[in-house]
């Protein structure tokens, strides 16, 4: 029989921690917990297999599920010397879930099972403790009805908080026993209205229900948009852990937290987490309470943030050192055990009743770009793991945090002084945010369609809130801690968050908040800084990243490991430049059409498109050569002693001609360059195409207007050789787009040739210049040996060549490619992963019949995929030379391509 059920507990477990695929990775660090020997409360983990099953059998299990669960709960009752349903010995229960993959807060749990009006009766005899017991069942009576049956969790909330009100108190703590009592009977005839039947009393049936829900959540939508973002893909689903329940909500001696082994922002080595006495966890993620710290350091330190005395805080906000000293020990030297164990930072959730401690779950922990790089990089250091550990273990695409603009000091210093600061609260995830105020998901999503910044503000975030968050530029949230989940996702996804801004008062019927006799209406601009936790009113300037030691040093050791070049598409000296700054070895693209828009430029394009013949370009041809001097002079200067790709003109002509009904820029035109608007019409008639994309452009130009090629093969030798005889290393790279025929390519080619050598002889300079291709064209690819005879470079444009090979329009395809991807016709958008089965074996069959030709052919990409961690491993599979990018993804594509190296 299959096993689908797994024990942990006593002295050894079913599973362990390298059965994530099945236990998840809480079920298979609950097994390893208890294997270790941590205090882990017992339980058992139903599998992913059973939830992969469920969902193809319409919310059916297999046959033997029902038995085998059976059996582990006698095994657990055993183990305790309690029985689930008894009201003698009553065992209570958990069900939570846990993918392989850390989902943190996308799927549901419910606490306290097994709870009915009998076992209440016996637990308050047993327990002396009747506030504990209503407490435990008004909790499982929301979750439940909430998880396994839909029911909204604000109309038991609203019951809650008119029962505070009337007793004149703001905490749920200070509700008494009576109070909860009377809770529960009004949550009972909540459920009984909506269900239309009783709070079920038999446990069993809260269990399965329980785990319906749990195996459910699996396809809710925020747990889908969360894989989304994730690129979640491929796992089976999630497994359910039932395990047995204890308090933190006994009294003053039981507490609940969530702690981390190192910060999570900042990557220090300090034990670093809060904590609520006399709460269940549910109560720290939420931010219903603030939370305090763990440490002593760092409550001393929150409380001076706050403006409260020492003897205040030590009073009313103690640490758990110093509140608790003995289980303080016994947790810092478990959260050691932990680190040092699974070799990186860890998340840890605890519960302590009655002055006993136990262990709900460790995984690795979320953190910051710049906490991930600086753990790593301290880990080697001391002895923990390898330098290539260290670079595996940072995703590249977290760098992109790292290479953001933070607040201009001087332009905050002005704000401070202008008295625009609002508020401060708790630097809960670091970085600038800058948007309009919003107090909605929803409303965060529908302004990022609109291409508007915006901040998500809200009394405290839920997990329905991910893809606003996600969306925003920063959250912005009245309750919570620096554990809370609005702490936690933005710390995940890179975002700036300020969370437990107690003093701001929310109206999110008339969307505005008020904050120092200050009203900010939804729209109105903040500015927010994770570093320091600050609100400001109105824009704060920004100012470029700065990069640490331990970034640099990351960097170094990725290199030394890599064996694909790192080159940038720039077009400008001041892109080139950042593009050097962040370690590209190159210039794989630099797009001389994006030249020609600046300034009075256009009209000297436009000059020559409208001219007649040869000798009425020479003119405008000639002032652009000037133009493009300056503009190759500079770029080449910046990338001194490396390679610079320079591609001749790529789009159709008529992209630079006004549109027909402009009649100023046509009356423009004719004044400048003397011809009639109406043959001006008649030229943008002319150069009109259905499909440009398809149509007169790249090398097509070349070869019938040869002297605009000749005009920028002139100025790209000519500046070279400029540099050269200033002793500056000048490489320029001729690329001729759009080929897909080699004749095509021999023809520029040798035009290009003869321009060049005749300038360089004049010069008496000795330069070294490449002359190759653009493979972006289908059949370029397939007669790739014809056209390595002559070209001594490829560049892959896989943007173009995902476009003819797949035949989806780039400007139109987004309409129907979300679609494909939820349908998973394709696996990942192809223009922004590169479809390696499809496009990809056409870049195979391109350097396999380049190569055979000519073996010293320089083979690169330069397309967007050139920056995509997947689409690098992919290159270096296939045995490219270079990857160029963007600048700003260099650092990403400069590790992508080591992992890719340590990888193979």
């Not at 419910?110 to 005899?125: P, R, S, T, Y």
Request: hydrophobic content about 40%; overall charge neutral; some cysteine.
């Amino acid at each position: 029989m299959k096993k689908y059920v797994y024990f942990f507990g006593g002295e050894k477990s079913d599973g362990d921690r390298t059965m994530k695929e099945i236990l998840g990775g809480k079920g298979a660090n609950l097994a390893e917990m208890i294997n270790i020997g941590i205090p882990v409360p017992p339980g058992f983990t139903v599998t992913t297999e059973v939830c992969d099953y469920f969902n193809k059998h319409k919310n059916c299990y297999p046959d033997e599920l029902s038995s085998a669960v059976d059996k582990n709960l006698e095994k657990l009752e055993k183990l305790l010397g309690q029985k689930f349903g008894d009201p003698k010995l009553p065992l209570l229960l958990s069900v939570r879930s846990g993918a392989a993959a850390s989902m943190p807060g996308m799927m549901d749990t419910i606490l306290n099972l097994g709870m009915n009006d009998e076992v209440a009766k016996g637990f308050i005899a047993l327990t002396k403790n009747s506030r504990f017991v209503w407490d435990a069942y008004r909790r499982l009576i929301q979750m439940f009805a909430n998880v396994a049956l839909g029911i909204d969790s604000e109309k038991f909330e609203d019951i809650l908080s008119r029962e505070k009100a009337q007793k004149n108190v703001s905490l749920d703590t200070e509700l008494s026993a009576e109070d909860m009592e009377n809770v529960v009977k009004k949550f009972k005839k909540i459920y009984q209205t909506e269900v239309g039947e009783e709070f079920p009393q038999e446990p069993k049936k809260q269990l399965w229900l329980a785990m319906n829900a749990v195996f459910k959540s699996w396809n809710n939508v925020r747990a889908i948009k969360y894989r989304e973002l994730n690129n979640i893909k491929n796992l089976l689903g999630t497994a359910v852990n039932i395990q047995a329940m204890v308090f933190g909500n006994m009294g003053n001696d039981c507490a609940t937290g969530v702690a981390f082994t190192r910060d999570p922002a900042t990557g220090e080595d300090k034990f670093f987490g809060e904590f609520l006495v006399n709460a269940q966890g549910e109560d720290v993620v939420a931010g219903t309470r603030t939370p305090q710290e763990i440490t002593k350091q760092n409550s001393v330190a929150w409380a001076k943030d706050n403006n409260i005395p020492e003897n205040e805080r030590a009073k009313k906000f103690p640490s758990l050192e110093e509140l608790m000293p003995e289980i303080y020990k016994t947790l810092f030297e478990i959260q050691r055990k932990l680190e040092n164990h699974y070799k990186d930072m860890q998340d840890i959730e605890f519960t302590i009743q009655n002055g006993k401690l136990f262990l709900l779950q460790t995984r690795t922990g979320k953190r910051t770009a710049k906490a991930a790089i600086r753990i790593a990089i301290e880990m080697v250091k001391n002895g923990i793991i390898s330098k290539n550990v260290a670079i595996s273990r940072i995703q590249p695409e977290q760098l992109d945090q790292l290479l953001h603009p933070s607040f201009d000091p001087k332009e905050k210093d002005n704000v401070l002084s202008d008295g625009k600061l609002l508020t401060k609260g708790l630097p809960a995830s670091p970085g600038a945010g800058v948007g309009k105020v919003v107090f909605s998901a929803e409303s965060a999503i529908s302004l990022k369609e609109q291409n508007e910044k915006n901040i998500l503000v809200r009394p405290e975030t839920s997990p329905e809130d991910i893809g606003g968050m996600d969306a925003a530029e920063g959250i912005l949230t009245v309750h919570g801690g620096m554990t809370s989940h609005a702490a936690v996702v933005a710390r995940g996804m890179g975002k700036c968050c300020i969370a437990g801004c107690g003093d701001l008062v929310i109206n999110l019927k008339e969307r505005y908040f008020t904050v120092q006799n200050q009203k900010i209406r939804e729209g109105d601009f903040i500015s927010l800084d994770g570093n320091t936790g600050e609100v400001f009113k109105g824009k704060v300037g920004t100012i470029l990243p700065e990069f640490s030691k331990n970034f640099t040093k990351l960097m170094s050791w990725a290199d030394d490991v890599s064996i694909l070049g790192v080159h940038a598409n720039a077009d400008t000296p001041k892109d080139a430049s950042m593009a050097r700054k962040f370690g590209a070895t190159g210039i794989g693209l630099c797009r001389t059409e994006h030249m020609f828009f600046g300034g009075d430029r256009i009209d000297y394009v436009r000059g020559t498109i409208l001219s007649e013949n040869p000798e009425e370009r020479k003119h405008p041809l000639a002032e652009l050569k000037k133009m493009q001097i300056k503009d190759f002079k500079g770029i080449l200067e910046v990338m001194a002693g490396l390679p610079v790709t320079i591609r001749l003109l790529d789009p159709p002509l008529h992209e630079f001609l006004p549109e027909k009904d402009d009649e100023n820029e046509i009356k423009k035109l004719s004044k400048i360059f003397g011809k009639t608007p109406q043959n001006i019409k008649i030229k943008i008639d002319q150069l009109h195409e259905f499909n440009p994309m398809l149509g007169h452009r790249g090398c097509r130009l070349g070869i019938t207007f040869p002297d605009i090629y000749q005009m920028q093969i002139e100025a790209i030798i000519e500046s070279a050789c400029y540099l050269k005889k200033k002793g500056i290393d000048a490489r320029p790279e001729i690329m001729i787009p759009l080929v897909g025929n080699s004749k095509e390519f021999t023809i520029l080619e040798k035009m290009t040739r003869e321009i060049a050598n005749e300038i360089i002889k004049k010069s008496q300079i000795d330069l070294h210049y490449t002359v190759g291709t653009m493979i972006e064209v289908p059949r370029a690819c397939l007669v790739a040996n014809e056209i390595a005879k002559s070209a001594e470079f490829f560049s892959f444009g896989t943007n173009d060549l995902t476009q003819m090979g797949c035949g989806f329009s780039r400007d139109d395809s987004g309409k129907f490619l979300k679609a494909y991807v939820e349908n998973g016709i394709y696996e990942r958008d192809p223009f922004q992963v590169l479809d390696q089965n499809g496009i990809g074996q056409l870049v195979e069959i391109a350097v396999e019949k380049g190569r055979h030709t000519n073996p010293k052919l320089i083979i690169g990409i330069c397309g967007e995929h050139g920056g995509e961690p997947n689409s690098i491993a992919f290159c270096h599979k296939v045995g490219l030379d270079y990857v160029s990018c963007s600048p700003y993804r260099v650092p990403i594509a400069r590790l992508a391509v080591a992992q890719s190296a340590l990888k193979k």
